[in-house]
């Protein structure tokens, strides 16, 4: 029985909220799991410490509330699923990756992974020579630069 870490979607629909959890390879995205590790909310939400304005302060200048991604794993039972040789998907490599769970190197270390190169890599708009035949394109050839003559 293959093992795998993956996220499961819950709430409703534009909101969603993923749990973490540890599943049979087989199963279905939302079946039930062996183990529920975490939750992650990839949505910026205002923490609930903080108080909200009150409708008559709705309008006017008002100090930009800070919103956060909100995530919680249970540490000590992903690391024991890792070890007994359960999958993690690829979003779950990154997100764990990211709070600092898969350190370099790792066994599910790829060419996506950020940690690999230690940067963000680009993304191909941003980058226009990531594409070789773009970057050939992109730079003048002699034959096509305009003469200049003394005057």
Not at 14 to 27: D, E, F, Q, R
Not at 43 to 53: A, G, I, N, Q, S
Not at 113 to 136: M, N, R, V, Y
Request: glycine share 4%; aromatic share 6%; proline share 13%.
């Amino acid at each position: 029985m293959p093992v795998r870490l993956r996220l499961a979607r819950h709430g409703q629909r534009h909101t969603p909220v993923y749990h973490l959890v540890a599943i049979n390879a087989t199963k279905r995205r939302d079946a039930k799991p062996i183990e529920k590790l975490g939750e992650y909310d990839p949505l910026p939400r205002v923490p609930k410490e903080y108080k909200l304005p009150t409708s008559t302060q709705v309008f006017g200048k008002q100090p930009i509330l800070p919103k956060e991604k909100r995530i919680e794993w249970d540490v000590e039972r992903i690391n024991y699923w890792l070890s007994v040789g359960a999958q993690p998907t690829k979003s779950v490599v990154r997100l764990l990756e990211r709070g600092g769970i898969l350190t370099v190197p790792h066994k599910w270390q790829h060419n996506w992974s950020e940690i690999t190169t230690g940067q963000k890599l680009p993304s191909p708009e941003e980058a226009p020579d990531a594409h070789p035949k773009a970057a050939e394109s992109a730079e003048p050839t002699p034959e096509a630069a305009p003469k200049q003559t003394a005057p």
